[in-house]
T-cell receptor
Framework: DGGITQSPKYLFRKEGQNVTLSCEQNLNHDAMYWYRQDPGQGLRLIYYSQIVNDFQKGDIAEGYSVSREKKESFPLTVTSAQKNPTAFYLC??????????????FGDGTRLSIL | GENVEQHPSTLSVQEGDSAVIKCTYSDSASNYFPWYKQELGKRPQLIIDIRSNVGEKKDQRIAVTLNKTAKHFSLHITETQPEDSAVYFCAANPGSGNTGKLIFGQGTTLQVKP
């Protein structure tokens, strides 16, 4: 899925610092998602957005924030309030079709570590 | 809340054998069930999905079966090859509305021995 680009690939955060992960897609998808992946666990939903200028909390939104000012972009900020941010972060996107879930396509991920 | 349980957590098979991974879901309104394959350090990739209006779907060596009554679905891989080695995730949508949300299982690490 070369249409979803996440950057950077690796990111290091200092204590008390906010960091922003980038996610861009050129698939013309309406919906975008952020997941967190920890070793031995499945993907857990942080935030999702079905349309520009609107987004909803997922299951583990505390300590994270997002914005959706453009259709193709859905940046995720990991704030200092997130006490255990070390994880692999995956962004995904999908088309929207009334009444039917559509396949989600993933980016290559960003691995965030604490210094 | 919604939950997806996946078993087994690890599975080792001999090349050429079949592999079966099972998932159960809690929300009876769920109607979309994708399966993803994730190789080490790479992105999850959709390998097959099924909707609740069918009971089985096949794509070459891969098949998925769905039992809505029992609320479980399974991935079947036949004639396994070493390149099938990866982590496999099942998922289901929370049934209330078309939000696009998916709930993922914990993953199954499949090892295919040559």
């Amino acid at each position: 899925d070369g249409g979803i680009t996440q950057s950077p690939k690796y990111l290091f955060r200092k204590e008390g610092q906010n960091v922003t992960l980038s996610c861009e897609q050129n698939l013309n998808h309406d919906a975008m998602y952020w997941y967190r992946q920890d070793p031995g666990q499945g993907l857990r939903l942080i935030y999702y957005s079905q349309i520009v200028n609107d987004f909803q909390k997922g299951d583990i939104a505390e300590g994270y924030s997002v914005s959706r000012e453009k259709k193709e972009s859905f940046p995720l900020t990991v704030t200092s309030a997130q006490k255990n941010p070390t994880a692999f972060y995956l962004c995904a996107s999908s088309t929207q079709r009334t009444g039917m879930n559509q396949p989600q396509h993933f980016g290559d991920g960003t691995r965030l570590s604490i210094l | 809340g919604e939950n997806v349980e996946q078993h087994p957590s690890t599975l080792s098979v001999q090349e050429g054998d079949s592999a079966v991974i099972k998932c159960t879901y809690s929300d009876s309104a769920s109607n979309y069930f994708p399966w993803y394959k994730q190789e080490l350090g790479k992105r999850p990739q959709l390998i097959i999905d099924i909707r609740s209006n069918v009971g089985e779907k096949k794509d070459q060596r891969i098949a998925v079966t769905l039992n809505k009554t029992a609320k479980h679905f399974s991935l079947h891989i036949t004639e396994t090859q070493p390149e099938d080695s990866a982590v496999y995730f099942c998922a289901a949508n929370p049934g209330s509305g078309n939000t696009g949300k998916l709930i993922f299982g914990q993953g199954t690490t499949l090892q295919v021995k040559p």
